[in-house]
């Protein structure tokens, strides 16, 4: 199916602290830069991927694109409206058109609450069902992720991770969303439950004509199911480029770095393994100039001394490297 290039949600170098407060009297000392300058568009109908090592930023930025969190700069434009600039009566209106997915199936659901009430109460919460039409519309929500109507019933702790992460997307589904932030659904999963959840994922987006941010570190899960893929390090991004070209256009040292170190199945292939040596950075003092230069093979001294803009080098590609 043919994608729309409609700009659907679009973010102007967005950045996130998050600050350090010491003493008596917590006075912040210093600050965590999680998210630092991020420019990005999404497409309607498409599914963008996200992919980094752990601790770059990318669940900060999914949660800042929701206005979870609040960007301490920069514009986020949802449908063409700058929603930071929001108060919290039009968060509200637009919250049933953003929805996520997260991480961890059990530390998301109330393990209070049985499963029909974790599905339900955002229809309560937005005034879309309530008495018998709520309970139907739950009951066709747990049918279309693969539950039968009895699990209404019982509490998340009856279930296993792939069953509580089909309520999780029942749950998001519920207000009928345009936008869905999946971040890492699938890493917490057995490898057999997670091509399910992914073609659960994908087959929901055809029929509800949704659109995506998956955010994973996993890059051949990110490449089967997005059409373009984000490159993040260190709460930058390094390189954006279309899905299919990753593993064999990919132009930033890490992003070859990334692909470099996934494991190939066939013992007739061999891949040259690129190993960055050095610890990440730590985003309270990220480096002067390029993020990745302390852990670079190429860097160079202006790699050091100025920072690489993020700028198309090819239709539809864009790498932020002085070497490219």
């Known amino acids: 199916m043919k994608k729309t290039m409609h700009i659907f949600l679009q973010t102007n170098n967005v950045i996130k602290y998050f600050p350090i407060k010491s ?6 000392t210093d600050r965590v830069q999680a998210v630092r300058g991020v420019t990005l568009t999404i497409h309607k109908g498409e599914t963008l991927g996200l992919v980094g090592e752990s601790g770059c930023g ?7 694109i929701l206005m ?17 600039e929001y108060g919290r009566k039009d968060l ?18 109330n393990p209070r609450m049985k499963v029909g009430n974790i ?3 955002a229809l309560t919460i937005h005034n879309l069902a309530h008495g018998k039409e709520k309970t139907e519309k739950v009951i066709r929500l747990l049918e279309i992720v693969g539950l039968r109507k009895d699990v209404m019933d019982k509490y998340p702790h009856e279930f296993s991770g792939g069953q509580r992460q089909r309520i999780g997307i029942a749950r998001a589904l519920a207000v ?77 040292p890490y992003t070859k770095a ?12 061999r ?22 230069h302390t852990r670079c093979p190429l860097a160079e001294a202006r790699c050091k001394a100025t920072e690489p803009e993020l700028r198309e080098v090819e239709p539809n590609h864009f790498v932020a490297c002085h070497l490219v």
Request: with cysteine; glycine share 4%; charged share 25%.
């Open 68 to 84: 979870l969190y609040k960007p301490d700069s920069g514009e986020i434009f949802f449908k063409g409206e700058n929603i930071v």
């Open 119 to 121: 599905v339900g109460e």
């Open 58 to 64: 990318k669940t900060t930025l999914g949660r800042v």
């Open 258 to 269: 990334l692909i470099s170190a996934i494991p190939i199945i066939d013992p007739q292939k």
């Open 176 to 252: 009928n969303p345009e936008f869905i932030i999946c971040d890492e659904p699938v890493s917490a999963l057995d490898v057999s439950i997670q091509a399910q959840v992914i073609n659960l994922l994908q087959d929901l987006q055809e029929q509800f004509h949704l659109t995506y941010l998956f955010i994973s570190h996993d890059l051949k899960v990110v490449e089967h199911i997005s059409n373009r893929i984000a490159v993040m390090y260190l709460g930058k991004i390094m390189e954006l480029m279309e899905s299919r070209k990753i593993f064999t256009e990919s132009l930033h």
């Open 23 to 28: 003493g008596i009297f917590s006075r912040e």
């Open 92 to 109: 509200r209106r637009i919250r049933k058109d953003m929805q996520m997915i997260f991480q961890d199936p059990y530390s998301s659901l």
């Open 271 to 292: 891949v040259k393994r690129i190993i960055l040596e050095g610890e990440v950075p730590s985003p309270i003092h990220p480096p002067s100039g390029c993020p990745f």
